[in-house]
């Protein structure tokens, strides 16, 4: 037996005289969600019961049975999928938009809610408890956010500024997501976005020793080295005028 989903399928083998000879043949069954255990088909089961271990190798047969076996529970499922009632279904990202997490900078999360259900979700609440006071200030955007509805076959984006304390390792989870699937659903259903994962915020001043212009820097390496350019330049351009003067002096006499 196997399982696919909901589905059960499997083969049944069993042995008949033809002649003189015993062939072992094989039913093909799948067991559906009621529990009821049903014949593929008329036909394809009168080719199984005709085949035998002389006219097909174990090895073809089982694939070829897989092979119908799976298009078979396929097309099951999607008949099941058919049959079931209209209603909203949300798949959430959470993604970190930073290319570099900085202690002190402002650091932009972005929600993405994508409805693939068949009508609109409505009441859809965001919650994300994962951006905690005593590692991050919250600079914009609501860490609750709420969306009226969410049409289907369309998505919705929410973005949220906040600013780490702190530098080092911090591991970003998923947030809680609570909408109605349908209009006159009883309850709400909760599902949970994607998880960024493990992210290294690095400490402000490692950051600003790689990526800044270093103005400061420069300014600093200018004053120091002035006076070791100035003070020589200083003294030739005096003697200089010195030169220049008794030399005029000879020139007149």
Known sequence: ????????????EYRRKRGNKTERCWHFLIKTPDQSFTQLSTNIIYIFNTLSLSTFSRMKFQIFYSVIATLLVTICAEEEQQQQPEAARLLVSK?????????NM????????????????????????????????????????????VPPGSNVSHTVVVKP???????????????????????????????????????????????????????????MTLPSLAIPFALWYSSKRKYEKISKSVKKH
């Open 1 to 12: 037996m196997h399982l696919v989903g909901s589905y059960v399928f499997g083969d049944v």
């Open 95 to 103: 993604y970190i938009l930073n290319k570099y997490l900085v202690e």
């Open 106 to 149: 402002d650091i932009i999360v972005k929600y993405t809610v994508y409805n693939v259900g068949s009508v609109a979700a409505l009441e859809v609440e965001i919650t994300d408890n994962s951006f905690h006071p005593d590692h991050f200030n919250h600079v914009s955007g609501e860490l609750n956010a709420r969306i009226d509805r």
């Open 165 to 223: 304390r702190k530098f080092g390792y911090f591991n970003f989870t998923s947030a809680e997501v609570l909408y109605r699937r349908t209009e006159d659903a009883s309850r709400l259903q909760v599902a949970v976005s994607s998880t960024p994962g493990e992210g290294l915020i690095v400490s402000y001043r490692d950051y600003a020793k790689k990526f800044s212009s270093h103005v400061i820097d420069w300014i600093a390496f200018a004053v």
